[in-house]
């Protein structure tokens, strides 16, 4: 079964850090780049990071810098290590892979305090 669940969020103060996991199932995960994405409210879903089965990354510029993604293939995991945190982070985090190929889960919501 394919699914995608993703842990890690909550509540933390500007300038703050959190660490968002993403558990895949499924035997697509190895051969495809995983992605976060994220979605505040009234806004559209966007693309936050990117990884390549290789593990060569991509960031949004606007997390560039204070964003990390990295992936592990035999756990089947993603993460997305999140630094010096803004109220503008604040949205709902989902994982799935880079074209979208994946029912969405319920993603984790990261909200930034200011």
């Known amino acids: 079964q394919v699914q995608l669940v993703e842990s890690g969020g909550g509540l933390v103060q500007a300038g703050g850090s959190l660490r968002l996991s993403c558990a895949a199932s499924g035997s697509f995960f190895s051969i495809n780049t995983m992605a976060w994405y994220r979605q505040a409210p009234g806004l559209r879903r966007e693309l936050v990071a990117s990884?390549?089965?290789?593990?060569?990354?991509n960031y949004a510029d606007s997390v560039k810098g204070r964003f990390t993604i990295s992936r592990d293939n035999t756990k089947k995991m993603v993460y997305l290590q999140m630094n010096s945190l803004k109220p503008e982070d604040t949205a709902v985090y989902y994982c799935n892979t880079f074209l979208e190929s994946v029912r969405w889960g319920q993603g984790t919501q990261v909200t930034v305090s200011s």
């Open positions: 990884v390549t089965p290789g593990s060569n990354p």
